[in-house]
């Protein structure tokens, strides 16, 4: 079964920081485009960061450019969301999402987690 | 980025009718639109990519349409499971955008 799995969220302050990380299983890993995706509470979806499956080709939204890196390691199929300088916007469930193997750098996303809950406040 | 819009934002329905959702982008886009649904407390679910293109396993009921700026998601007969909110998508371009959803609600 083709699965992703977050982990990584909790609590913390103004200007922490924190990585998540996303699990990987059922699929060959480093041949699909992976994205994270965000939902604050109530709120709608906001894309946040994706990565090409074999390039490393790295993209970010206008929003957290510049304090969060998407990275990924194929050998533990494993994706991870660093984030520095976190905000109180922040605050979200934070999905891991697999790109549907069309294309490395335009993809819907057919798979999704169950998302990992980042709180950021003092 | 892209802005994408949809409309109505909100909307109660009642099972067995046809309901339509549209959503527009603010530069054309092609066909690189997708659709998701999402139900309280889980996570989106793709049903349609490249405008109109049915997601194995999504009901035939579930329909897509549209190219370049204004794309629809046509649901043929609302059934009870179908109460969500909506999202659109485009990955015409970095960064990907989503639409701010649309509600569906029972009546």
């Known amino acids: 079964e083709v699965q992703v799995l977050e982990s990584g969220g909790g609590l913390v302050q103004p200007g922490g920081s924190l990585r998540l990380s996303c699990a990987a299983s059922g699929f060959t890993f480093n041949s699909y485009a992976m994205s994270w995706v965000r939902q604050a509470p109530g709120k709608g979806l906001e894309w946040v960061s994706g990565?090409?499956?074999?390039?490393?080709?790295?993209y970010y939204a206008d929003s957290v450019k510049g304090r969060f890196s998407v990275s990924r390691d194929n050998s533990k199929n494993t994706l991870y969301l660093q984030m520095y300088n976190l905000r109180a916007e922040d605050t979200a469930v934070y999905y891991c999402?697999?790109?549907?193997?069309?294309?490395?750098?335009?993809?819907?996303?057919?798979?999704w987690g169950q998302g990992t809950t980042v709180t950021v406040s003092s | 980025a892209i802005r994408m819009t949809q409309s109505p934002s909100s909307f109660s329905a009642s099972t067995g009718d046809r309901v339509t959702i549209t959503c527009r982008a603010s530069?054309?886009?092609?066909?690189?639109l997708a659709w998701y649904q999402q139900k309280p407390g889980e996570a989106p679910n793709l049903l349609i990519s490249?405008?109109?293109t049915l997601q194995s396993g999504v009901p035939s009921r579930f329909s897509g349409g549209g190219s370049g700026t204004d794309f629809t998601l046509t649901i043929g007969c609302l059934q009870s499971e179908d109460f969500a909110t909506y999202y659109c998508?485009?990955?015409?371009?970095?960064?990907?955008?989503f639409g701010p959803g649309t509600k569906v609600d029972i009546k």
């Open positions: 990565i090409g499956g074999n390039d490393d080709s790295t």
């Open positions: 490249a405008a109109s």
């Open positions: 530069q054309g886009i092609s066909n690189y």
């Open positions: 998508q485009q990955y015409y371009s970095y960064p990907f955008t």
């Open positions: 999402a697999k790109g549907d193997g069309t294309n490395n750098y335009y993809y819907t996303m057919d798979v």
